[in-house]
């Protein structure tokens, strides 16, 4: 019995644990286990949304509800590193990202 696969031709990017340890590679330096991270998407409605994660002027043009992907990992130092990303559900595009580490938003940075 012959199983067919479709190729997916899509550009859609994916953001999975293996995209996250490469950003994590790239931006921080920071080599990951992919099976060490915590990832979850869900739909948030923007009064559901903490303002010291997303501040409403930045909360204002995106979305509502919003589709959020939030990747979670602990480095072995101890460190709790939390990014949550808002894409377009229509395409996948990335439309805000905000990196935590040890609750500590360390990007976007804001003054």
Request: net charge negative; glycine share 4%.
């Amino acid at each position: 019995m012959s199983h067919s696969k479709k190729k997916d031709t899509s550009n859609r990017p994916v953001y999975d644990a293996m995209w996250f340890k490469g950003e994590m590679l790239n931006t921080f330096g920071i080599p990951v286990t992919p099976e060490k991270v915590g990832y979850e998407a869900v739909l948030l409605e923007h009064d559901e949304i903490d303002e010291n994660i997303i501040p409403k002027e930045d909360l204002q043009p995106l979305p509502n509800p919003l589709l959020a992907h939030s990747f979670i990992y602990t480095h072995l130092n101890g460190d709790e590193w939390l990014l949550l990303l808002v894409i377009r559900e229509q395409d996948g595009a990335m439309l805000y990202q905000v990196w935590l580490k040890d609750n500590e938003k360390i990007y976007p940075n804001r003054r």
